[in-house]
């Protein structure tokens, strides 16, 4: 059952040509990742599916409902932890679950009942009662889940849910969305970090500049970059090598690793460098989304 459906979604900010033509669909009871580098329209995207802002044209439902003439079901139908924090610093913690309970028209006494399970369940109930200024990035992201989860809703959005937490908290939410799927919920999550979005999706979609360069599952992903092997080397100073650069490391995608790493041991000879590191891998997630985005450059 599809649950989450855009068609042809497109978004111009003045002459900025932010979504050109986005389409997916996402399946119930799955967490779906939707990647893509800065600027690339996830923004946008998540704005358009949650009745922020409207697209100007195209279509999306979510839930059933359309987004732009259902606006107000789709938010009462849907939880959402926006990146940038959505909780009242100068309210507790429980004024703040009160209030968007309120918003979802939860009668006190449920809300009550949910908000104690879930402070609970999230480690924070012994701070219900202080000012939300004064905790910490982890224990606001944390407040942040349950005001997403209140309303008990059947699809989540994630928005970098684990970014920049503490390894606690940012274990804590990814057991969280694991759960969330074990109980039927449908999670949208947008994410840099690759490690997280391969353990946790389903399936990925991939937004570059404003259209989807491929929607499918993690493993096929990566299998996309066309059975080749990464070789990671680094030498003693920076060098001019035809290759993707991390830090002090150049990885070479190739299907035949022996013959790369006898061409690299040849360069480091003529020129007078020294290998200080050398190994193979198969392809990551990251490496298959770098590639994706080279071929579209080249395109």
């Known amino acids: ?137 982890g224990m606001k992201q944390r407040l942040m889940l349950c005001m997403a989860l209140i309303s008990d809703p059947k699809i989540v959005f994630l928005d970098e849910p684990t970014s920049g937490l503490d390894v606690k908290s940012a274990r804590m939410i990814r057991e969280k969305i694991l759960e969330m799927e074990r109980e039927g919920k449908t999670v949208f999550l947008t994410s840099h970090n690759m490690d997280e979005v391969n353990m946790l999706c389903d399936e990925i979609a991939i937004i570059n500049k404003g259209k989807i360069v491929v929607v499918d599952t993690p493993e096929r992903i990566k299998q996309r970059v066309g059975g080749s092997v990464a070789v990671e080397v680094s030498f003693n100073k920076k060098v001019e090598l035809d290759a993707k650069r991390f830090g002090d490391k150049y990885i070479i995608y190739t299907t035949d690793p022996y013959e790369t790493i006898c061409e690299i041991v040849e360069f480091a000879r003529k020129n007078g460098l020294k290998i200080v590191s050398i190994n193979t891998r198969t392809p990551t997630l990251e490496d298959a989304f770098l590639k994706l985005l080279e071929m579209e450059e080249v395109e």
Not at 124 to 132: A, G, Q, T, Y
């Open 1 to 137: 059952m599809i649950v989450i459906e855009a068609e042809g979604l497109c978004k111009n900010f003045g002459e900025v040509r932010a979504l050109d033509g986005v389409s997916f669909k996402v399946k119930k009871g799955k967490v779906f990742g939707f990647l893509g580098p800065n600027g690339a329209g996830k923004t946008t995207t998540v704005r358009i599916l949650t009745g922020i802002i409207k697209p100007d044209s195209g279509y999306a439902w979510v839930n059933g409902y359309d987004v732009v003439r259902e606006k107000l079901k789709v938010k009462n139908s849907i939880g959402v932890l926006p990146e940038i924090s959505n909780a009242y610093p100068d309210l507790t913690a429980w004024q703040n679950l009160m209030l968007i309970s309120s918003l979802y028209g939860i009668k006190r006494r449920e809300a009550e009942k949910r908000a104690n399970e879930l402070l609970k369940e999230f480690g924070i109930i012994e701070r219900k009662d202080s000012k939300v200024r004064g905790f910490s990035k």
